[in-house]
């Protein structure tokens, strides 16, 4: 790859990425929020607000220790990254050791005025190579009112991106209130400098395991589906690499090269090695890079034979670890079995297992071939110039 500050990731090797957690201070209301009811509460959000932020010496030591192990990309989140006051200190150690650091935000803090200009023009400064922000609405009201936010303040941080050339990717929760707006998503990040779009199907994740709440976000994959190969084919038109996160791999069976599960994260380019989540442990434990098995497989997500009959008569024929996820008596027969992730429990007490059919693919390990073969998604963004989008269309072919 000759585009300046482009890496092609050598696909199904281990990601060299990591993330640094500030800590899960956060004043947003995203709907959807892992980390909702934090504090045990029946207050979705009181965890977040009075979370606390670590310290930015243990951030800087997180870096450095990161670095040491040979990483070479950094995700900084939290909680939001930018309310905490060592941001740029952090972004300039991880540029000065030679990382590619990333910021993950819903970016409405980004032009607070500082003594040298706004917060984005400090972090550019200290050597910022990327943004992911928070794009899951193109409705102003429908953005606050999924998570407190203002969509104006994104997209002027957005012009200003575009207007110095620096191309940043998106998040995309898809839920249930959003499901028939991702062409129009699609639409708006193709139309802007986004390089890349995260689709990240809901799931009952953390806190949300067991809440009757969760339904009513989670949408069945035949409901998103006509929408999402809609949004898919707009991005792929702009050569705006889709990936789609945690979903089986037959839930939407022509885009099964975009899907990562948790047996694709590990050698994504992007995802992350080390623990996230620890902002209350050691900085040498949450640095250290979890080690991959000559499976590929880890432990807590290995497949094992499982013969059962849920309470809604659904078969089952295996499960991922401890019944994170499950496999439905179909897939005994599916060749895509090795590479899938299978289906969350809670989607299969509320959706059944209908939706679920065999994929004549071919599977590399624990990886889809298609997967493999599907480059602008192991490209790697490492200059905050780099012309991610030319360097996808000169993947593609
Ligand atoms: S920005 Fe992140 S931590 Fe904050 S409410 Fe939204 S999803 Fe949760
Ligand atoms: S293993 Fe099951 S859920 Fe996964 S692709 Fe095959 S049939 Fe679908």
Redesign the pocket.
Known sequence: MDIPGVLLHPPGTPSRGAVLDIGLKCPHSCAFCYYSYLDGSESQFAGLRTASLRSTEDCLEIIRLLAGHGLQHLDITGGEPTIHPGLPEMVAEAARLGLAVRCITLGQFLRRPRPEGTLLETLLAAGLTNLLFSLHAVDPVAFKETCGGSMESVLAVMDSLDERGFQYGCNTVIMERNRRDLPAIARMAAARGVHVVNGIAFNAYHAWRGQTRAEALQASYTAIRPHLEEAAAVLDAAHVVLNLRYV????FPSL?RHVVGVLGVPYDPVEWRNRCLNHDMPPAHCAEPLPIPASGVREIFAFSPLEETLPDGTRLCGMRGDRFKL??V??K?????P?????DPVYLARHGASE????A?ETRGPLLAARLDYRPAFLLKTHPLADMRTAAAMCSG
């Open positions: 089986p791999l037959c839930a099964a496999f439905p179909q897939c027969e599916c060749p895509c079995l590479a899938c992730d299978g289906v679920f059919a065999p994929l693919l």
